[in-house]
């Protein structure tokens, strides 16, 4: 229990641990707002390039093709990250300006799968004009991708947003009421349990941003320890794809906010997951059979 003096803006009570305050933005020259998540989008960018760079470099690849799809992938996810959202939440602009609509990112509505759907286009036109496999650019870049993954969710807990439903396990996280972001995600349960604390109200619910950073996490290190031992190129990215798509699915149905597919009642980041699960684990079982075949030929030889 924080001390009586004391309201957190964001509390784990079960873990004993509180932020007293918790900035959404960090400075703003002459008047414009640099918020924190942007800047840790930013510092992900450049972590996950510097890590992509270490890989390139021990394998043998050039790092100038790299920087080509850096400068290449970067609008490019952020199209595709922004018109994913766009396109399953036209209902929320209709009427409107798209291209106005599409550049007002600083309201929120960014979509992963639409970055990861972009990113996969860029690889493919960089790995096509230099001649590269693009399995072996997909596989390097994919623990660089969830670096980035895991660094932008913390950007969900400095704006209170993305969070789950009610819940009191041992990662409970409290927000205050009157600061969390997005009264569509708010559900009745959470009001049912609303807490009071030294005359504050907070809304007790599922921290997913971090369970989705601590799985992400997990599993970037899964992948980093197993690229030398892959059986194929490209099967690192296409494990990224089937853990990812386990994770989000989850995570995914933790949630309050989700998006619907088109009209319907389906969950489409969970529909997504599932499609990239399910193709993905199809190739990488064709992928094994190759190399297994491939093996009892040279040995027939």
Partial sequence: MPPDNITPDIWFPNLRVYFENVPRVLFSPFGFDIYIYAVLIVFGIILAYYLAIWWVKKSGQKVEDYNDLLLLGLPLALIGLRTYYLAFN???????????????IRDGGLAIYGGIISSAIAAAIISMRRNIPFSLMADTAAPSMLLGQVIGRFGNFFNREAFGGYTDNIFAMRIRVDQARGSATITDEMWENVVYIHGAEYFQVHPTFLYEAAFNLLLMLALILYRPHRKFDGEIVLLYFLGYGIIRFFVEGLRTDQMMFLNTSLPLNQLM?????VISTALIIAGH???RDSAKFRRKR
């Fill in 289 to 291: 059979m190759r190399v």
């Fill in 90 to 104: 036209w209902d929320n602009y209709s009427g409107q300006n798209f291209f106005r609509v599409f550049f007002q």
């Fill in 273 to 277: 997951a599932v499609l990239f699960a």
